[in-house]
């Protein structure tokens, strides 16, 4: 039995073992190649944002405040994970979970969000095969979108799965690497909210 | 010894020049375009079989000196390596590349400055599944399949593509640039010779690709404004030789007119046979005789797999050598 | 947990389930040799094609399948699996670790390659295989063929996703699970190779991955971004492909590159010569591998500028290159070479991989490039590196490792035979190429017309990929009657690297005891330096391994389910698109809510098993 429950956790619980260590560095490089992933839809959205054709375009469609709310919305769940890390390295494990409910809560009302500013688009008449700037518009941003809900659905397995565990040397990791995804998710709606959005109206 | 490693690669070379066929083969250049790119072949080689010779020298050296031998049981001397030969085998590589990145720097930048100027010849080149095209913006020309140019003139050339990518190829006149869907691309070439050279396409497209091939006849300036004048002006008063050919002509009419354009009228999905008599070959590669010519109309795809031209079996053998006789008087040159 | 037995499950069952990196290993290399063997007999059909001109054996339509097909198979699905072969089995012996980081990844990159491989070559028999090249141009792919591309999209997007999970394991696994002494500079070269193209696969294969969704999108759901009539740029495609598909060119040449080091230093009984400029010169390599994709598009009309950049980055690459080729020469000098037949690979890979980097440099002459760009002059010259280089890298390797991995020692005089047809057919079959290019002969043609003066050579090459053929199956009938030569010594070679220093049969967890490593070449040093025998860092106990899965399989088959749902969404089959997916899902959330924390080799049975 190699991971007994272990009452007194060491200070960083996400790094203790081998398997910890692990899969920290590899979620880190797993992280390396999304970067490039998204990098290639970027590429390829600039490539295409002028090609609208008998579309519309990006500042006839996108509204700012609402872009802005969910960007706030976001930015906040972001913060909502650093303090279940915060929570997690005190050892306060209740408050591991609180914090990782409300990042879900959050990042679901954004997910809402997104769905709506989709259908709002279409109505406005920018459909997926619409345009090349269509396309690459809901590419982009609908990859995003889908990252966002499999993070949700991973956090809330794991909330789930853990509720009555406690801390252990399994469990800090893996609620250590999801916050890690959320915190890229996050950092490349950044990304995408001055490229697409703020360079769509402004440029 | 200094005279033998000039000497070997220039042997090597003397025995690559003049393969192939003369009007198609990039080793034998019949243009500046060509002979500059073969100047830059030339010079890359020559770079790397000095490589070549130095890399086999010690390889050969090493494996022959140093190999075991029987009984040679001892333990050799275990080297670390050594920093002073590092430095010559990073430095010397680079000052040899210099040699050719240099000139090839300054090779890429000429080759692509394309400038109309008052005797240059501009050209569009239209590649489709499995044809070409070539409009004559100056002349008010399109000739499909055979590219007409003047000798000793600059030929400008702006390709594009109706379907698929496609690449523009005349080895022993210019490289390729490629046909691509939605861009235009520029390329020049000159022929100081008259002749014919032989074109193709270089990007797969198709199951047609392989016989995707052209025709590039230079003629002298003067032939060339004839043939231009003739191509722009041979609206349908074609003065047919015999009645076999008027009756070829109403064969033509009422078969490949829609597609296939003769002076002035006719469809664009194929080539125009304005001056179909004068070529020398059928479809870009058959060679032009009646059996062919009938064949090819009947059963294109047989001829040329992924043809897009619709087969017409039903042409009857008169009909047919009414049609080929037709085909035959579509003349512009004389 | 319990102690989970293997022998007490069925063969089969275990081959399934396994985790063993060694395994897997083996599993990576039938696989990989079968879709070699694939893929070669593809190109035989190609040359019978090319013998004579005019010829009427293929189709046109067959010809251009067989030359996508040819290509994928070669890269996706036989080099690159037999290299993750060669690298599952031996890395983690020559760093010292009992295991990679994820042995379950392991698996499942190991099972996501195979199904995306079947999945591929099922294409022949539902509607014919692609049939737009291996680089797969938009438009030609996009709304000029079948559904061949379809397979060619999800079956490279599942075996890539495997790549990419193999490609992560490996760089945590050297990483992390270095044994005690061994730090990043004593590693032996073919690890640090397999480092530096596992980063390349990092960041290379999510632009493919990028590359393919579009594809797929635009062609099962009408997606835009390459249809000019919809604004679509038809260029993009190229660059997605290029910026995947050039470093991927080094994730196959830099392991072979690593083989090599292994095999020249252990049979010229000789340290790698600089080996600090070796290790410079492979991420060297590596690094400008990322910054020459557009080489391959120099005829795309780029422009002079970016061209000219292009083409000095890319000559570049040759001084890195040329480094490593004078310290493997200067490895043998004053070494006692031995020519064994995983020797004579990596000596016959010398001449003809310069011969190959040459032609390379050539290319990269942008201007002359022009006349290179898709001829035969191209075949001659990757042919030449991926032959002369990964080819002859892969077989040196098998012949090196086999007594390591398979427990018995390949024939010599059967190994010599294969090696000096396969090299004598490899040169007739390419050399002459160069000169058909610059003759005139495009690529991928599916023949051509007589009185062009290209007849003779294209008998020649044929001839020559017939004597490859041959030489290849000797090198099966070698696997099997080699068999009886069983190797009861693990250091058949005086080794120099730790992969020998275990008993023969490898035992399942490697290391008895982590060993202590003192020098670049641990056991050389411990041998003629040392003690004799390499040092212990840690006492001898129980030894904790991961339980087998059958998850990997399942997880994959969901894919491979989904992918015809997808292929063929517009007969009503979205259906059979989202069971697949629910299978993919369903088991990746039973791995993770199950905690499976593995058993222990008691240490009674390891004193049994091993010295």
Redesign the interface.
Known sequence: ???QHVQTLPPSPEKAT?EG??KY??FW??L??????FA??F??YL??RG???DGPGPSELFHLPLVFIMTMILLTSSLTSVFAIISMKKGNYKGLLAWMTATVLLGATFLGLEIYEFVEYVEHGLG?????????FY?LVGTHGAHVAFGIA?IT??II?YRKSGLTL?NAPKFYVAVLYWHFIDVVWVFIFSVVYLMGIGG | MRYLWRLLPLAFILLMAGCGKQNLSALDPQGPVAAAQFDLIKLSLTIMIIVIVVVFAIYLFVIIRFRERPGDTHIPKQVHGNKALEVVWTVIPIILLLFLAVPNVMQTFTLAEVEDTEDSVRIVVTAHQFWWEFEYPEYDVVAGQDMYIPTNTRINIELEASDVIHSFWVPALAGKQDNVPGITNEMWLEAPEEGVYQGRCTELCGEGHWLMDFQVIAVDPDTFETWAQNMATTDDDVEEETTVAVEGREVFEQNCISCHAVGGEGGNMGPNLTNFGEREVVAGFLEYNDENIADFIRYPQEKKPGSLMQAFPQITDEEMDALIDYLDSLKVLD | MSNTNAQTKSVVWDWLTTVDHKKIGIMYLVAGAFFFALGGFEAILMRIQLMFPEATFLPAQTFNELLTMHGTTMIFLAAMPILFGLMNYIVPLQIGARDVAFPFLNSLGFWLFLFGGILLNLSWFFGGAPDAGWTAYVPLSSEYSGTGIDYYVLGLQISGAGTLIGGINFLVTIINMRAPGMSMMRMPLFTWSTFVASTLILFAFPALTIGLLLLMLERIFGATYFAVASGGNVVIWQHLFWIFGHPEVYILILPAFGIFSEIIATFSKKRLFGYSAMVFATLLIGFLGFMVWAHHMFTVGMGPIANSIFAVATMAIAVPTGIKIFNWLFTMWGGRIQFTTANLFALGFIPSFVMGGVTGIMLATSAANYQFHDTYFVVAHFHYVIIGGVVLGIFGGAFYWWPRMFGYRLNETLGKIFFWMFLFGFHLTFFVQHFLGLMGMPRRVASYLPGQGLDEMNLISTIGAFLMGVAFIIFVVNIFVSMKNKETSGDPWDGRTLEWTIPSPTPEYNFAQTPLVRDVDALWYEKYEGEGSMKAAEPLGDIHMPNGSILPVIISLGLFIASFGFIYHDDGWTWVAIVGLVITFGSMFVRSIKEDHGYHIPVDEIKKGGK
């Open positions: 039995m190699a991971d081998l260590k692990n560095l590899g490089l797993f390396g190649g999304e970067t490039v992933l290639s839809l590429g390829t490539g295409l090609s609208t054709v997926f095969t619409t345009s090349a700037f269509g396309s690459s590419t991973w397995t794991l799965r399994t």
